[in-house]
């Protein structure tokens, strides 16, 4: 593998895009590829290596999509028989179309990161767990001038041992949030990538 970059974050739960219950458990570090010129090509491999060197399945894909892809998805997931499902739900005064699919095998994890990794990279949410742990709630938020407002937000559950990966804005890297002390800290994680990956950490 090409070289990557992993440095241990402090984080605050108003912060976050997702709901999360206590944060006293939780590391959260940041994973990326040095190589800047094709970084998005690049944190696609960095992802499929790191999840297939667990081998541990399945994971559970969800990923907030934007118009028109929904058919090309359920088309292209139908064809390769991945477990799938794709739902409108109600956002303020907007619907979100939530895709999510379960990945049992490495050529599951291969096939939709390369497939869907392009929506993540036009800053839409999207996110991998293991065990599922991610579900939606509501969340009442203050807008302008005061005014209160319910919008629907990821949850993510941390009561049992989980760990959760959210793709940063254009594909550039990504977080991992976890409770379990195999992947705390950055020299932990990176016993986990090949042997022969070149790590700097930060």
């Known amino acids: 593998m090409n070289p990557i970059y992993i440095c241990q974050e402090s984080f605050n739960l108003r912060d976050e895009y997702f709901l999360i219950d206590s944060a006293s458990n939780l590391a959260k570090l940041y994973i990326s590829p ?7 090509i690049e944190t696609q491999q960095i992802l499929i290596h ?7 399945f399945p994971i559970h894909l969800t990923i907030e999509l934007f118009s ?12 390769q028989a991945i477990s799938h499902s794709i739902t409108n739900k109600r956002n303020g ?22 497939k869907t990794f392009c929506i993540a ?11 599922e742990s991610l ?17 629907l937000r990821p949850h993510f559950n941390t009561q049992a041992l989980t760990s959760l990966i959210v793709i940063w804005y254009d594909g550039k890297g990504f977080n991992l949030y976890t409770s379990e002390e195999k992947y705390a800290t950055p020299e932990n994680l990176a016993s986990h990538f090949p042997a022969d990956t070149p790590v700097e950490f930060g």
């Open 34 to 40: 040095i190589n800047d010129e094709y970084y998005d």
């Open 50 to 56: 790191l999840l297939i060197a667990q081998n541990s």
């Open 68 to 79: 028109g892809v929904y058919d090309e998805l359920k088309t292209s997931f139908q064809k």
């Open 93 to 114: 005064r907007k619907n979100i179309a939530l895709f999510q699919a379960i990945l049992k095998n490495p050529d599951a994890i291969e096939f939709a990161i390369t």
């Open 121 to 131: 990279s036009a800053n839409q949410f999207y996110a991998l767990s293991s065990p």
């Open 135 to 151: 579900s939606y709630s509501m969340v009442q938020t203050t807008g302008w001038f005061g005014r209160k407002k319910q919008l």
